[in-house]
């Protein structure tokens, strides 16, 4: 596609129910990132794939949080047993080519705002 | 540690009046440093970037930075502010390596008066 495409766009969730959360990259993308930004709080690393590699998870916060990019296009952001803590708006950025040289430049979708009762 | 500092939280500039939004930023390796806009309910876009070459570059929307590389600073200016140019405003420092995560400050929300 033309952007980076995520949803649900909203998704209000009760504590401790599973919640799933899909960002599809800009076509060709090689990198994807997630990131969290919680209210009046900047983007915070989360986790990044190359292709279908995961290969920095060092932001996830606890092992609720699960990510997965099978056939390195989609991916999925999964978090288990939520807590109000995890209320926040995820966002899912893409970038590189394959073949082309690395600009640094993230290409970011509009969010899924996740709200934990 | 690797970090982005935006000083200030909230500005509020008159409409046609000047802008600088300060950054500064800490990171061990060549900086690759950035400015993105959100609007509420949107995601990032790309204002500006820096690489090389020479320090003040320019981006969309009449916005420009500057990079002091002594100063560790990297402000964002407009010369004549409109009333659409409000919205939050993140500085966002990262590196050449492909797949490197941006570190993002932590953003300054910009309200325009008439």
């Known amino acids: 596609g033309a952007g980076v495409s995520q949803s649900p766009r909203y998704k209000v969730a009760k504590r401790g129910q599973d919640v799933a959360l899909r960002c599809d990259p800009i076509s060709g993308h090689v990198s994807l990132f997630w990131y969290q930004q919680a209210l009046g709080q900047g983007p915070e690393f989360l986790t990044y794939f190359q292709n279908e590699a995961q290969l920095d998870k060092s932001g996830l916060p606890s092992d609720r949080f699960f990510a997965e990019r099978p056939e390195g296009s989609v991916s999925t952001l999964k978090i288990q047993r939520t807590q109000q803590e995890d209320s926040a708006v995820y966002l899912c950025?893409?970038?590189?080519?394959?073949?082309?040289?690395?600009?640094?430049?993230?290409?970011f979708g509009e969010g899924s705002r996740l709200t934990v009762l | 540690a690797q970090s982005v500092t935006q000083p200030d939280i909230h500005i509020t500039v008159s409409e046609g009046a000047s802008l600088e939004l300060r950054c500064n930023y800490s990171y061990g390796a060549t900086p690759y440093l950035f400015w993105y806009v959100q609007s509420p309910g949107q995601g990032l876009q790309l204002l500006l970037k820096?690489?090389?070459?020479?320090?003040l570059v320019q981006g969309i929307k009449g916005f420009e930075a500057e990079f002091k590389r002594s100063q560790s600073s990297f402000n964002l200016r407009k010369p004549s502010v409109h009333w659409s140019d409000a919205a939050e405003y993140f500085c966002?420092?990262?590196?050449?390596?492909?797949?490197?995560?941006?570190?993002f400050g932590k953003g300054t929300t910009l309200s325009v008066s008439s």
């Open positions: 820096y690489f090389s070459g020479d320090t």
């Open positions: 966002a420092v990262g590196a050449e390596q492909a797949g490197t995560a941006l570190i």
């Open positions: 950025a893409s970038s590189s080519r394959r073949g082309e040289g690395n600009t640094g430049e993230l290409f």
